[in-house]
């Protein structure tokens, strides 16, 4: 029973579901409301609105101009068919069996006798099949039918489901694979899922269909819009891209497959290509959070350093998008720092999206809000991507079902082996039992309360005959970590920490990491953070927001001392605020800088993991907290903005990371 990703080869390889299974704590509840809150929230909402019945309509010849839903709302079923394959997989749910059997017969009724299968085009007095490459995401759902499909081939064998997608994905390559169209799909997403789907099914015709499709874009191929060809990535070809550009998702997918392709195909080129982009990217276009895209316009990236936080986009679907290229790059090279930006992204985006009752969403993750917003209605369907409270449902409703195939899947993203033994790259109570070379198993018990707790206990559950190398990742914000067995401490540096030898049940390896709060100044370069500072906690990145503020209006006013480090108190991070009173002015600039603050009016503000903001009602809410202009960091002391990936001239300084 393996996971979303199987790489032929590779630096290390991902572990089975079968093999790693959460027990509690942050990740564990997450993936329990996950399971009975959020699979048949969206499921109902899909059939109250129609999005299902599209394809009985289709089977039964009874297709209308009045077609509800945008051209995707056919990949929002088929997240939800692998999100359900997966949650199958890992308990066993009827329920959840019921749901995909139920679901596969609408679907499969509505395909054509040639695999050709949408609900949008092709029928009755619908537009033609493919008339609309740019915009009609024909290709991009069958992309996604094909990553359920994977997903329930690797959890119960061959069925109808995956019978459907087998059909689709031939109809595709007759169509466009040579001496075919040489067309693309103006959203990435069919690339991933061929290349998926091939190495599920041993089909290498499914990988070199998704080459083919890779190495065509960048050519002009698509119609120009007025948002430009990047925002198809259109515009510079996959191998000759310094930079991630345009819509953001769009993006990630491609370069996820990218990924695949480059080690399916042993292209070092391609892959080398990749990595390029990722340090560039990363390095210059990521936000605190690990979100990505900063522009509403086009749900894309901006130039680099254009990171507002007010009007960051950070949609909820480029983190899993993030996520889904870092997991491939780190199977492929084995580089920390790789888990790392997973860490992030996990911590404060996928866990800031769904309410806790798993019924509602972010879909855009601004790291400022201004004013609280609306609290939303639970019976309405939100126009909106961004208004500052989560929806139950929204107009364009991909990231509720990209958050649940995510948390249905997430143990397997937190554990791989080689040939020398076990990595673990993410820190959540489970049980783990990988499978070693030499019909050896590494039975380990991991139990922490972290993020709350830094105090990561491994513990053996059985014997295994021979040494093997238990290796850890020591977060780059991790300074002063250690480690212990055999009752001896030693430092754990940023980076890996192994530890081999011949391991028997009962004993305990202790990680320790430092989760303290501090302070992270952000580069100077980014412009609309300047003379600002954040708080993080171990990985979780800490808000103020205006409920916790004696004046909530003042929230735009506040100003943080830096000199006095963050602490812990009262279930929250204190840090010393002043929340000045400001005259009002018919024009808001001097002609000489305001007097600085006394220190009068100083307050205990408590600071709150960004992932939990709006969780009590809509509030005013900031990430980035002003200081005083003479307590700025000077250039040549701001750290990394994510501090959690070294700029690229310093990527080989940590252990496990490639020489350049």
Same mark, same amino acid.
Request: hydrophobic residues 40%.
């Given at each position: 029973?393996?996971?979303?990703?199987?790489?032929?080869?590779?630096?290390?390889?991902?572990?089975?579901?079968?093999?790693?299974?959460?027990?509690?704590?942050?990740?564990?509840?997450?993936?329990?409301?996950?399971?009975?809150?959020?699979?048949?929230?969206?499921?109902?909402?899909?059939?109250?609105?129609?999005?299902?019945?599209?394809?009985?309509?289709?089977?039964?010849?009874?297709?209308?101009?009045?077609?509800?839903?945008?051209?995707?709302?056919?990949?929002?079923?088929?997240?939800?068919?692998?999100?359900?394959?997966?949650?199958?997989?890992?308990?066993?749910?009827?329920?959840?069996?019921?749901?995909?059997?139920?679901?596969?017969?609408?679907?499969?009724?509505?395909?054509?006798?040639?695999?050709?299968?949408?609900?949008?085009?092709?029928?009755?007095?619908?537009?033609?099949?493919?008339?609309?490459?740019?915009?009609?995401?024909?290709?991009?759902?069958?992309?996604?039918?094909?990553?359920?499909?994977?997903?329930?081939?690797?959890?119960?064998?061959?069925?109808?489901?995956?019978?459907?997608?087998?059909?689709?994905?031939?109809?595709?390559?007759?169509?466009?694979?040579?001496?075919?169209?040489?067309?693309?799909?103006?959203?990435?997403?069919?690339?991933?899922?061929?290349?998926?789907?091939?190495?599920?099914?041993?089909?290498?015709?499914?990988?070199?269909?998704?080459?083919?499709?890779?190495?065509?874009?960048?050519?002009?191929?698509?119609?120009?819009?007025?948002?430009?060809?990047?925002?198809?990535?259109?515009?510079?070809?996959?191998?000759?891209?310094?930079?991630?550009?345009?819509?953001?998702?769009?993006?990630?997918?491609?370069?996820?497959?990218?990924?695949?392709?480059?080690?399916?195909?042993?292209?070092?080129?391609?892959?080398?290509?990749?990595?390029?982009?990722?340090?560039?990217?990363?390095?210059?276009?990521?936000?605190?959070?690990?979100?990505?895209?900063?522009?509403?316009?086009?749900?894309?990236?901006?130039?680099?350093?254009?990171?507002?936080?007010?009007?960051?986009?950070?949609?909820?679907?480029?983190?899993?998008?993030?996520?889904?290229?870092?997991?491939?790059?780190?199977?492929?090279?084995?580089?920390?720092?790789?888990?790392?930006?997973?860490?992030?992204?996990?911590?404060?985006?996928?866990?800031?999206?769904?309410?806790?009752?798993?019924?509602?969403?972010?879909?855009?993750?601004?790291?400022?809000?201004?004013?609280?917003?609306?609290?939303?209605?639970?019976?309405?369907?939100?126009?909106?991507?961004?208004?500052?409270?989560?929806?139950?449902?929204?107009?364009?409703?991909?990231?509720?079902?990209?958050?649940?195939?995510?948390?249905?899947?997430?143990?397997?993203?937190?554990?791989?082996?080689?040939?020398?033994?076990?990595?673990?790259?993410?820190?959540?109570?489970?049980?783990?039992?990988?499978?070693?070379?030499?019909?050896?198993?590494?039975?380990?018990?991991?139990?922490?309360?972290?993020?709350?707790?830094?105090?990561?206990?491994?513990?053996?559950?059985?014997?295994?005959?021979?040494?093997?190398?238990?290796?850890?990742?020591?977060?780059?914000?991790?300074?002063?970590?250690?480690?212990?067995?055999?009752?001896?401490?030693?430092?754990?540096?940023?980076?890996?920490?192994?530890?081999?030898?011949?391991?028997?049940?009962?004993?305990?390896?202790?990680?320790?990491?430092?989760?303290?709060?501090?302070?992270?100044?952000?580069?100077?370069?980014?412009?609309?953070?300047?003379?600002?500072?954040?708080?993080?906690?171990?990985?979780?990145?800490?808000?103020?927001?205006?409920?916790?503020?004696?004046?909530?209006?003042?929230?735009?006013?506040?100003?943080?001392? $830096? &000199?006095? %480090? =963050?602490? @812990? +108190?009262?279930?929250?991070?204190?840090?010393?605020? *002043?929340? #000045?009173? /400001?005259?009002?002015?018919?024009?808001?600039?001097? $002609? &000489?800088? %305001? =007097?600085? @603050? +006394?220190?009068?009016?100083?307050?205990?503000?408590? *600071?709150? #993991?960004? /992932?939990?903001?709006?969780?009590?009602?809509?509030?005013?809410?900031?990430?980035?907290?002003?200081?005083?202009?003479?307590?700025?960091?000077?250039?040549?002391?701001?750290?990394?903005?994510?501090?959690?990936?070294?700029?690229?001239?310093?990527?080989?300084?940590?252990?496990?990371?490639?020489?350049?």
């Amino acid at each position: 029973m393996t996971g979303p990703v199987l790489p032929s080869h590779g630096r290390v390889r991902p572990l089975g579901l079968a093999q790693v299974s959460l027990t509690g704590g942050f990740w564990g509840d997450r993936q329990a409301v996950n399971a009975t809150a959020t699979l048949a929230h969206c499921e109902s909402w899909m059939e109250r609105l129609g999005w299902l019945a599209n394809f009985d309509r289709v089977a039964d010849g009874a297709t209308g101009p009045d077609r509800p839903g945008w051209s995707f709302s056919d990949s929002e079923v088929y997240k939800l068919l692998e999100a359900l394959a997966w949650e199958t997989a890992r308990t066993g749910d009827p329920e959840a069996e019921a749901a995909i059997k139920r679901l596969t017969v609408r679907v499969a009724r509505a395909q054509d006798p040639d695999g050709y299968l949408n609900t949008c085009f092709g029928h009755g007095d619908q537009p033609p099949r493919y008339s609309d490459l740019e915009m009609g995401h024909e290709l991009y759902n069958t992309g996604h039918l094909l990553q359920a499909a994977v997903a329930r081939l690797r959890t119960s064998g061959e069925d109808d489901l995956v019978r459907v997608a087998r059909r689709a994905a031939d109809h595709v390559c007759r169509t466009f694979g040579p001496g075919g169209s040489a067309g693309i799909c103006g959203h990435p997403e069919i690339e991933v899922g061929l290349a998926e789907f091939g190495r599920a099914l041993g089909e290498e015709r499914y990988v070199e269909q998704a080459r083919l499709f890779l190495d065509r874009r960048g050519h002009g191929t698509l119609r120009d819009i007025p948002l430009g060809r990047a925002y198809f990535q259109d515009d510079v070809p996959v191998r000759e891209a310094d930079v991630w550009r345009g819509h953001a998702v769009r993006a990630l997918y491609l370069t996820a497959a990218a990924v695949d392709v480059a080690v399916e195909r042993g292209d070092g080129e391609l892959l080398d290509a990749v990595r390029r982009q990722w340090e560039r990217s990363v390095a210059r276009r990521t936000y605190i959070t690990g979100g990505m895209g900063s522009r509403h316009q086009d749900e894309g990236f901006g130039e680099d350093w254009e990171l507002p936080p007010d009007r960051a986009y950070c949609e909820t679907c480029a983190g899993v998008a993030s996520i889904m290229v870092s997991w491939r790059l780190l199977l492929a090279t084995g580089d920390p720092r790789y888990a790392d930006l997973i860490e992030r992204t996990l911590y404060n985006v996928i866990a800031t999206s769904p309410s806790s009752d798993g019924r509602a969403f972010f879909y855009a993750n601004p790291l400022h809000q201004r004013t609280p917003g609306k609290a939303a209605d639970p019976d309405e369907v939100s126009p909106r991507a961004e208004g500052g409270t989560r929806a139950a449902w929204f107009d364009v409703s991909c990231c509720p079902t990209n958050v649940a195939r995510t948390l249905a899947s997430l143990h397997g993203y937190l554990a791989t082996t080689d040939d020398d033994g076990l990595q673990i790259h993410q820190y959540a109570p489970c049980a783990i039992r990988a499978e070693l070379p030499g019909g050896r198993t590494a039975a380990v018990d991991v139990e922490t309360g972290y993020p709350e707790s830094g105090v990561v206990r491994l513990r053996v559950a059985a014997d295994t005959p021979g040494p093997w190398t238990l290796t850890l990742r020591v977060p780059a914000w991790a300074t002063g970590a250690t480690l212990t067995e055999d009752g001896r401490t030693r430092r754990a540096a940023p980076g890996l920490v192994r530890v081999h030898r011949t391991f028997r049940a009962g004993e305990v390896i202790t990680l320790d990491l430092p989760v303290e709060p501090r302070f992270t100044w952000p580069d100077p370069r980014i412009d609309a953070v300047r003379g600002c500072v954040a708080v993080e906690r171990g990985p979780e990145v800490l808000c103020a927001e205006s409920r916790d503020l004696p004046d909530p209006a003042a929230l735009d006013a506040l100003v943080i001392d $830096p &000199r006095s %480090a =963050p602490r @812990a +108190g009262g279930g929250a991070v204190l840090v010393r605020a *002043l929340l #000045p009173g /400001h005259p009002g002015r018919s024009w808001p600039y001097l $002609p &000489r800088p %305001a =007097p600085a @603050a +006394g220190d009068a009016g100083w307050i205990d503000l408590p *600071l709150r #993991p960004y /992932h939990s903001w709006a969780r009590r009602g809509p509030a005013g809410m900031r990430v980035w907290l002003p200081v005083p202009a003479a307590e700025a960091v000077p250039a040549a002391e701001a750290g990394s903005v994510t501090g959690a990936v070294p700029a690229a001239a310093a990527a080989g300084d940590r252990e496990g990371s490639p020489a350049r």
